[in-house]
């Protein structure tokens, strides 16, 4: 027997199928009954509250890396990942949300014109590249 859906409960098992059938047939406040508990889901589970960050928002940790960091030659991505993992105890390596958004934060930086390419004069953005704030 094929699961049957329908527009209020979603899927229904194929016993639940079959009660409805018969509530519609029958009427009887037994079976309408039955029908109402079988297709009401309860949610029950409370779901924990997410734990607030022990670190700052990625783009102050970037702030932070740039000054810190003291290299005439600009600040590679590694760098700034590495100093952000010792400074926060932050795995960013198997973190992806935060290389992503490091990547953003500089990205954001490099269009604001407040951080520049070292190597390059390029209008777009490399992240093989070593950055420097602009002075």
Same mark, same amino acid.
């Given at each position: 027997?094929? @699961?049957?859906?329908?527009?209020?409960?979603?899927?229904?098992?194929?016993?639940?199928?079959?009660?409805?059938? %018969?509530? /519609?047939?029958?009427?009887?406040?037994?079976? !309408?009954?039955?029908?109402?508990?079988?297709? !009401? @889901? +309860?949610?029950?589970?409370? %779901?924990?509250? /997410?734990?607030?960050?022990?670190?700052?928002?990625?783009?102050?940790?970037?702030? *932070?890396?740039?000054?810190? #960091?003291?290299?005439?030659?600009?600040?590679? #991505?590694?760098?700034?990942? $590495?100093?952000?993992?010792?400074?926060? +105890?932050?795995? %960013?390596? @198997?973190?992806? =949300?935060?290389?992503? $958004?490091? +990547? @953003?934060?500089?990205? *954001?930086?490099?269009?604001?014109?407040?951080? =520049?390419?070292? *190597?390059?004069?390029? *209008?777009?953005?490399?992240?093989? $590249?070593?950055?420097? #704030?602009? /002075?």
């Amino acid at each position: 027997m094929a @699961k049957v859906k329908t527009e209020k409960t979603g899927v229904l098992s194929p016993r639940a199928a079959k009660v409805r059938k %018969v509530a /519609k047939t029958q009427k009887s406040p037994k079976v !309408v009954a039955k029908v109402a508990k079988m297709s !009401v @889901k +309860k949610n029950t589970k409370k %779901v924990p509250p /997410k734990p607030a960050p022990t670190h700052p928002k990625t783009s102050i940790m970037v702030e *932070d890396a740039f000054a810190t #960091l003291k290299n005439r030659k600009g600040h590679t #991505l590694a760098a700034i990942r $590495n100093f952000i993992a010792a400074t926060y +105890k932050i795995d %960013v390596n @198997k973190n992806k =949300r935060i290389q992503k $958004n490091i +990547k @953003k934060c500089i990205s *954001d930086e490099f269009n604001a014109g407040r951080v =520049r390419m070292v *190597d390059s004069e390029e *209008d777009e953005i490399s992240y093989r $590249n070593r950055f420097a #704030l602009v /002075k």
